[in-house]
């Protein structure tokens, strides 16, 4: 083999030995950002359906709003909720309107469950029971897109300073919720 | 006495005996209108102290009103009570108005008060009541010239007909309710 054949025939080989390499690289760098983009869409999914955000501040005017129904819980509770709905709530509920409406907000208002002293005097007999000291305030935001992880609903969960609980508690709340799917998550029904 | 003299004596005589008799009527008629006017102020103080009148018609609205507390009452009542006031007495209630203004409205809202499956079951424990179905409505309603026989509170109670009951029955609200004079004669305190 003549050295210049030879030499043409190295560079042949060496040539195709980049050109294969940079085939590779170009695989390599391809499969990574094939990785890299398989990993951003699972880790936004994982996000939307594994990784909640929650209600962070209390909605404006809660207090005004109209009346669902009430509740009490017993034992390590011992609970009186009375709950209220937005406009919208209220208005699907009364519709009977399932799942409801973006922008729907139902709030629970939590108080000790006390007997009322002066009540059971007037009466003359232990029978009543009234609302103590506030305890928290438990709200629902429907916002499909924000809370896709929770479905649909923002949790929220303020004690009676106002601060909003850790996330830890909050990831307490969708599990139990999501027992009521055929009701989109809501336990209280309208009291006419 | 000749004739003339006596026809004219005879005249002013029978005159001033038809003056007598006109005075006498008068002061009759007069006196009768005393007594009549007596007997109407005297049966008017009757209504107002004595005989008190109760709300007869449901307010409007009242389902849109405001939230004021929960209650609860054991024994033959086991019932749920959901009390809402109007602008008048809400506004009141928060600046702590006493007596209430005239105009307040305060409605009790009373349902059965049930265990409710569907909730222990999502929580695994039995330990949660709600609002069953509707039993009646009270009213108290401020006007103090038409309710005076009731500390100037209009009381009303109505079924879950939409019915009043009987007067018999409304006799029994004001003797309570008096026991809490320093209160304006209303049992319930605002929740916040």
């Not at 990784?51 to 809660?62: D, L, N």
């Not at 208005?91 to 059971?120: C, D, M, T, W």
């Not at 009466?123 to 928290?136: E, K, L, Y």
Request: charged share 20%; hydrophobic share 40%.
């Amino acid at each position: 083999m003549p050295p210049s054949i030879h030499a043409t025939y190295r560079l042949k080989a060496e040539t195709s030995n980049i050109m294969k390499r940079i085939t590779l690289l170009i695989i390599t760098i391809g499969a990574l950002g094939g990785v890299v983009a398989l990993t951003v869409r699972a880790s936004r999914s994982a996000y939307q359906e594994g990784t909640p955000s929650y209600v962070t501040e209390i909605p404006e005017g809660y207090r005004e709003w109209r009346f669902i129904s009430v509740a009490h819980e017993e034992a390590n509770l011992n609970s009186f909720a009375s709950v209220l709905g937005n406009d919208i709530a209220i208005k699907a509920y009364r519709e009977g309107q399932l799942p409801f409406p973006e922008g729907a907000i139902i709030a629970a208002l939590h108080y000790k469950f006390v007997p009322s002293a002066e009540n059971n005097k007037a009466f003359g007999r232990d029978q009543s029971f009234v609302a103590g000291a506030p305890t928290n305030i438990q709200f629902m935001i429907k916002d499909s897109k924000k809370y896709t992880a929770t479905g649909g609903w923002g949790f929220g969960h303020f004690n009676n300073d106002g601060k909003k609980v850790d996330d830890a508690f909050m990831k307490t709340c969708f599990p139990c919720h999501q027992k009521i799917k055929e009701r989109d998550l809501v336990f209280t029904r309208y009291a006419p």
